[in-house]
């Protein structure tokens, strides 16, 4: 179902309404992160991802694209400041046995293998290791006003630590017409005025990705675009799900969580199956870009 949906708000922030994070944490782990699956392999069979690769993960969250990649055999190092609850999913991940709660998970023996970071990318930083050869955010933009310019400020802290030419990848939203769930998206806007410019939804931009990478001096390498379906056992899991992503905060915050709820359940009832599943078909785009 998907590893990253889209670009989010913490709730730590205190702008956003009270809820239980482990429960959000748990609830992106399980449902909704799996839905970009597809946009992950596409860019690693893409790009031949494998031994000798050596992966920063920007916005890693629960760690499901950082296990894909390494298990293709990369080494692989995830940092995530927003979020210590999905971080600890993540060290659960790809770290067993590393107790809860550490701000850094890593150990000596795997430090080359897996590490999981908690701050922002210059955290990252390892003299003693090979410059990273492929960075991803894979968390889409092109949901949230303002949200290009958190991942320029992500990039810019961490393309210094990739070798020279080393693969940058961004995702993002595909046209809103090719993508159902719009539809759904649109109520965090209704809901979110007058809050809107607190981190509502907005439809995608046609050169977002360009815009960003050129921002932060990369050169773009080629692109795709990766059909990644949400599919939902029941209407109850698609709302889960969905506010897992932190993208109707603001609408909470605006009227309340029984309101969201109601309104997230009308807005996903046609695209619920006579079996009582949701599917909703949608595109996503992916920009490879090189440092220089």
């Known amino acids: 179902m998907t590893p990253t949906l889209v670009r989010q708000h913490s709730s730590h922030a205190g702008t956003t309404p009270r809820v239980d994070l482990r429960a959000r944490a748990r609830d992106w782990s399980e449902i909704q992160e799996r839905m970009l699956v597809p946009l992950y392999e596409a860019v690693y069979e893409r790009l031949d991802v494998g031994g000798g690769t050596r992966v920063l993960g920007l916005g890693c969250g629960s760690g499901l694209a950082l296990l894909m990649a390494a298990s293709r055999g990369a080494a692989v190092t995830g940092v995530d400041s927003r979020f210590p609850e999905r971080l600890d999913l993540a060290r659960r991940r790809l770290l067993p046995g590393t107790p809860e709660g550490h701000g850094t998970a890593d150990t000596h023996a795997r430090a080359d293998a897996v590490r999981v970071v908690e701050g922002a990318p210059r955290d990252a930083a390892d003299p003693s290791l090979p410059a ?19 991942l320029a400020e992500l990039l810019a802290q961490a393309t210094p630590l990739a070798g020279r030419g080393a693969a940058v990848v961004l995702a993002g939203w595909g046209p809103p017409e090719r993508c159902a769930t719009t539809s759904v998206l649109r109520v965090a806007t209704k809901l979110a005025d007058p809050l809107r410019s607190a981190g509502s939804w907005r439809p995608a931009l046609r050169d977002d990705l360009e815009e960003v990478a050129q921002r932060a001096g990369l050169g773009p390498d080629g692109s795709g675009r990766v059909a990644c379906p949400f599919g939902y056992a029941d209407t109850d899991s698609a709302v889960r799900g969905l506010l897992s992503t932190g ?12 309101q969201v709820d109601k309104e997230l359940a009308e807005a996903l009832h046609p695209h619920q199956r006579p079996d009582g599943t949701v599917w909703m078909p949608n595109v996503f785009r992916y920009l490879i870009a090189r440092t220089p």
């Open 247 to 258: 993208l109707f905060d603001a609408a909470i915050a605006a009227t309340d969580q029984e």
């Open 132 to 150: 990273f050869t492929l960075v991803t955010a894979f968390e889409p933009i092109e949901c949230l006003a303002g949200d290009s310019d958190g």
